[in-house]
């Protein structure tokens, strides 16, 4: 069945480093892919998104590449903020299962001065 | 403002009681869900609904009840049938169309004393 990988955690780094958080996935056919990002105590709002192979999703900052040859769509950031500091999911939609989203066991970054 | 609204915020329930969580939608979205959320895990589903009058078990439906009589209202009931209900509950929504964003409400983080 549909899944999804998530690189193990948690994360932490300091401020203005590079941030890469690794996501792989299996489905049938080519899905969307979603990073959603989840602060603490409140609910998922979506990082960005990518609809079809080699597609570029971006986002504050935020980039994530759809690539169907490693089945990956790992989440960059050139130099993150403590303000970054959060959980971070990968998810993929069962089109055949009303949309519904598989989640990845989630990523919490924490982000030093 | 357009959006997901869910209340309460917070719910305390004693063992033995039903509750139900409130979900509401003014996106006029077709689709909606119902996830929980464990501490330090990734969301699973436990119910959708892809149009009024309709839904469907997701992998964690025991013990849990949905109504859909509203394309706007997706309350759940978590019943005294439900083991260990404390989490977080998450309803989303999508518009329908293959590929669209699920969009989350703010959530619902229940204990039972």
């Known amino acids: 069945g549909d899944s999804v990988t998530q690189m193990e955690g948690p994360v932490t780094l300091s401020e203005e480093a590079f941030l890469t958080i690794n996501c792989t996935y299996t489905a049938t056919g080519y899905p969307s892919l979603f990073w959603y990002v989840q602060y603490p105590g409140e609910g998922l709002q979506l990082l960005l998104k990518a609809t079809k192979a080699d597609d570029k999703g971006s986002n504050k900052g935020f980039e994530a590449t759809y690539r169907k040859e490693t089945t990956s769509f790992h989440l960059e950031k050139g130099s993150v903020q403590v303000s970054d500091s959060a959980v971070y999911f990968c998810a993929l939609p069962k089109e055949t299962s009303g949309s519904r989203l598989t989640f990845g066991e989630g990523t919490q970054l924490t982000v030093n001065p | 403002d357009g959006g997901i609204t869910q209340s309460p915020k917070y719910l305390f329930r004693k063992e033995g009681q039903n509750v139900t969580l409130s979900c509401e939608q003014n996106l006029n979205h077709d689709a909606m869900y119902w996830y929980r959320q464990d501490p330090g895990q990734g969301l699973r589903l436990i119910y959708y609904s892809q149009i009024v009058n309709d839904f469907q078990k997701g992998d964690i439906a025991e013990g849990y009840s949905v109504s859909r009589e509203k394309k706007e209202s997706f309350p759940l009931t978590v019943t005294s049938a439900q083991k260990n209900p404390t989490a977080f509950y998450l309803c989303?929504?999508?518009?329908?169309?293959?590929?669209?964003?699920?969009?989350f409400g703010p959530g619902t983080r229940l204990t039972v004393l």
């Open positions: 989303a929504s999508r518009s329908g169309r293959a590929g669209d964003t699920q969009y």
